[in-house]
C-alpha cells in the first residue's frame, strides 16, 4: 500500500533558526516526490519537484533532499522568515499508483518573531 | 503565465443539493486531475481525465460524476450532497500521462454543505 508519512506534525520555531521537515514513504519505486506550502484556507503552492532520478533540488532558502532507497525526502528552510510559517506538504507519484499524487499529512510550520 | 483556473471559488449549498465544479486547465495541457482536501485533513485523489478519457479513478463517490470536454476543461457534478463533501476541491493539470510531468494546482473551490 502506498503511503506517506510526515513528521512531525507541527513544529515551532524561532525566527532565523535553520529547520528540516521530514517525509517519508513506503515504496521506493517512484516517478517523482513534490513539496507543497498551503496557507490557512488556501491553495497549493509548489516549493519543489524532484524527480526519482535526482537527489535534491534548490529554490532560494529552501533545499529538498531524496533518498530513494530508505523512503526518505526531507525540506531544508535555511533562516527561517515568518512568513514561512504554514503547512509543509509533500506528494509522491508512486509507480504502482500510476499518475496521481499521495499526499502527506503535512508538517504545521510557526516561525516566531 | 497562465495557471489552472477553477469556478467557483466558493460555492455553499444545502443537502441534496447537486454542485458543479469546473477547471480550465493551463494551455495546451491535457490532462486534469481532481483531489478533495476535508477540512484538516490531506488531499485525497478523486479521479484523472487524459485526452477526455478517464485515466484514473481513486476514492470518488458514486454521487459525483466528471468529465473532460473537447477543450479539454474539466466538470466535476456532485449530486444529492451531504454534509461531508465539505472541503477544498483541487484541479491540477499536466501536459501528457508521462508520469514525471509536474502536476500544477489551481487555487481549489471550498464547497460548504449546510
Known amino acids: 500500500k502506498q503511503e506517506v508519512t510526515q513528521i512531525p506534525a507541527a513544529l515551532s520555531v524561532p525566527e532565523g533558526e535553520n529547520l528540516v521537515l521530514n517525509c517519508s514513504f513506503t515504496d521506493s519505486a517512484i516517478y517523482n516526490l513534490q513539496w507543497f506550502r498551503q496557507d490557512p484556507g488556501k491553495g497549493l503552492t509548489s516549493l519543489l519537484l524532484i524527480q526519482s532520478s535526482q537527489r535534491e533540488q534548490t529554490s532560494g532558502r529552501l533545499n529538498a533532499s531524496l533518498d530513494k532507497s530508505s523512503g526518505r525526502s526531507t525540506l531544508y528552510i535555511a533562516a527561517s522568515q515568518p512568513g514561512d510559517s504554514a503547512t509543509y506538504l509533500c506528494a509522491v507519484r508512486f509507480r504502482k499508483g500510476f499518475n496521481k499524487f499521495y499526499f502527506g499529512s503535512g508538517t504545521k510550520l510557526n516561525v516566531k518573531p | 503565465a497562465a495557471g489552472v483556473i477553477q469556478s467557483p471559488r466558493h460555492l455553499i449549498k444545502e443537502k441534496r443539493e447537486t454542485a458543479t465544479l469546473k477547471c480550465y486547465p493551463i494551455p495546451r495541457h491535457d490532462t486534469v486531475y481532481w483531489y478533495q482536501q476535508g477540512p484538516g485533513q490531506d488531499p485525497q485523489f478523486l479521479i484523472s481525465?487524459?485526452?477526455?478519457?478517464?485515466?484514473d479513478k481513486g476514492s470518488i463517490p458514486d454521487r459525483f460524476s466528471a468529465q473532460q470536454f473537447s477543450d479539454y476543461h474539466s466538470e466535476l457534478n456532485m449530486s444529492s450532497l451531504e454534509l461531508g463533501d465539505s472541503a477544498l476541491y483541487f484541479c491540477?493539470?499536466?501536459?501528457?500521462?508521462?508520469?514525471?510531468?509536474?502536476?500544477?494546482f489551481g487555487p481549489g473551490t471550498r464547497l460548504t454543505v449546510l
Open positions: 481525465f487524459y485526452e477526455k478519457m478517464q485515466s
Open positions: 491540477a493539470s499536466s501536459f501528457g500521462e508521462d508520469s514525471y510531468n509536474e502536476q500544477f
